[in-house]
């Protein structure tokens, strides 16, 4: 079907911007809200101060078609709670079945809008355009993130209100549609907070086994109450993708009090969040949990609320929680902060230094690793430190060792048949427990293997879904997620996140890496790469265009706000802590190992050294 463009540069519909003072957003009745002048086009590329909402304008008396749409448009990009302003664009049946909740589809410059030769003409009541972009994302019902790519084009038809003779919209889009500029403007991505199905609970984690928290990650809108959003969000459960290997301590049907539309902390910094019957009977220590998932959650949120009190429907308290209290429920990312950064100095032996330290001299570990006895390649650190693994220098043998002065090494718990370096034993990874993880890339049987508690024959893991060869394994402090460079047929790597699910039910345990999905979508080409918080990893590569960069990316293949590293060339490892607060390290083919504390600089730390890890 024949379609032409809109001529000329597209014509937006004006916003009303309400201005904050006095620590509100005011609508009127403030001396510093102007009372005169003309109303100003808002362009939606443009960002909007964290102060300031920008509200949409309705539609004006015999709008034509085209400027019906841009209103549409327009109003999906504001920060109206309910989309109350965008439905006035649309017949009364279609505001009825539209459903905005449903999905947010992000497109790269805003939707393009064309209109159809044959269903576009004002004259015949009957009017049609196309919505055209480039894909980036898509957010759905549950507010999770998923990276798109792939042409855009949505139709959105048109007709005469019979009541009232104007246009409006009676097919519009699915969901949201908007351009990259403004959804990052209108939407901010938050950690939700849930336990690991294999892990305690109940009257275990009140005994003092912390239960391990894991980050689920979703994007609420900025400005439309973010903090009631949240709670909502993680009392109605972790998303899809998550679900089959975590748990929440909220009950079922578990819901805010009827009645209550807005949660805010205290002037104590305290949030009281009224729960409806579902909760009431929950004991102590489930209930320790439920505010410590809620905790955790609106602290990715903001830092500010540092208690969490829960009510029941009678308005009694059924529990309140602090920080402190709430650590020793949970642990969010690694259990303890790394006491060393581990790496390999220039006789390839295993050396740490503190790892919150501002020196550059290092120690070899205790036992045989640190012993130069075996050298190295790459090597990994238990969480608790106390024991490490070592790949041999020419990549073809694992060893496993205790970091106790005088222990043995012993023989290699598993050897590779690949005849190159290349094709044979990545560096090896630990889990939250004890578990050790590496893959195989002999091209004649390429594999992904994990041994239980580091000894014994090796568990081949299963991997449907991966597209090409592992060159690097990572596993997340949680336990059941697992980060991977996946060599593809055509030389170029990426970065993939799975899901870790165990089968149990029998002799020896299935393991499995499920729903492998791109964290970082925008790179050509992925050489390095760690985790670097909850739900964050940090990544060196390659953009279109073989352009060097390292960036942070979360595991829904979204970028995080804030600051990247440092430029740094010839990246070949990198090194970061779930513990945000140590530095981000480097091993660099032109620096050797190198560092970056907060708002420092690269620091050297050692030019002959290779392969930093912190525990994990």
Known sequence: MGAEREGGARRRPMRAVAYAACGTVLLAGCASMPDSGDLRNVESTQRQDAEVRVFAMPPREDAPPAEIVQGFLEALTSDDPTYATARQYLTAVASRQWDPEESTTVLANGPDIRTERSTGREDAGDYAVTLTGSKVARVDRQQSYAPLDGHYAQAVHLTRDKKTDQWRIDAPPQGVVMGQSDFQRNYMSVNKYYFASNTASGAEAAAGTPVAAVADPVFVRRRVDAMTQTVRSV????????????????????????????????????LTVPLNVTAARVGDARCSEMATQLLFTLQSLTPTVDAVTLQGADGQTLCALGEDQARAVAARGAEKRPEYLYFLDEKRRLVRMPGAGSGTGAEPVPGALGEGVQKLSSAAVSWDERTAAGVGFDSRSLFVGSLVSGGPLGDPVLRSQGK??????????????????????????????????????????????????????????????????????????????????????????????????????????????????????????????????????????????????????????????????????AYSSADGIVRLPAGAQWQKVLKEGAAPVYPG
């Open 235 to 270: 009392l109605t459960g972790p998303t899809h993708w998550l679900r089959p290997v975590v748990r929440s301590s909220f009950p079922s049907g578990t819901a805010l009090r009827k009645g209550v539309t807005a949660l805010s902390p205290d002037d104590q910094n305290r």
């Open 420 to 585: 190159t370096e290349d094709d044979r034993l990545t560096a090896p990874s630990w889990d939250a427990r004890g578990d050790l993880w590496i893959a195989d890339r002999d091209p004649a049987r390429p594999r992904l293997l994990v041994l239980e508690q580091g000894a014994g024959s090796p568990l081949e893991v299963k991997a449907p879904g991966l597209d090409g060869r592992i060159d690097a394994v990572r596993v997340a402090a949680d336990g059941v997620r697992i980060a991977l460079v996946v060599q593809h047929e055509d030389g170029n790597s990426s970065l993939v996140v799975g899901r870790i699910e165990r089968d149990e039910s029998g002799g020896r345990p299935v393991v499995s890496v499920l729903e492998l999905r791109p964290a970082a979508p925008e790179l050509e080409d992925v050489t390095a790469m760690s985790w670097a918080g909850d739900s964050r990893l940090v990544v060196a590569g390659q953009e279109q265009g073989g352009v060097q960069t390292m960036r942070y990316v979360q595991v829904d293949g979204s970028t995080p706000e804030g600051p990247t590293p440092a430029a740094l060339t010839g990246v070949q490892k990198l090194a970061a802590s779930e513990d945000e607060r140590l530095p981000l390290v």
